[in-house]
């Protein structure tokens, strides 16, 4: 029982259940799909690092509310193609 009760933990708090999907460089071309509000941010950003709990919070709201629209955040400082795409030129940087 013990261990069920772990697989399941595990799988709650696993990435496919996150609120905010940490996105690659494949976020580009599967965007299509959905409507996303997407955190590009620098690891090493002090203000990134501040917006951090409210963009979770952003998440889970958006989540909780029903809406369509699905949270990400992208390193851009190791996707920095994909960030130039989206035109970021500074951290952080929120785009619909």
């Known amino acids: 029982m013990a261990l069920l ?3 399941f933990s595990s799988l709650l708090f696993s990435s496919a259940f996150a609120l905010v999907q940490d996105l690659d460089n494949t976020f580009k071309d599967s965007r299509m799909e959905d409507v996303w509000l997407v955190d590009f941010y620098a690891p090493w950003c002090g203000y990134c690092k501040k ?9 889970a709201e958006l989540t909780r509310s029903g809406s369509p629209v699905r949270v990400g955040k992208m390193d851009a400082t190791a996707y920095s193609g ?11 940087t929120i785009k619909l």
Do not use: I, K, T
Not at 51 to 59: A, I, K, R, S, T
Not at 82 to 92: I, K, T
């Open 5 to 7: 009760r772990a697989a």
């Open 51 to 59: 917006l951090e709990p409210v963009w979770q919070e952003v998440g």
């Open 82 to 92: 994909v960030a130039s795409d989206f035109g970021v030129r500074g951290y952080p």
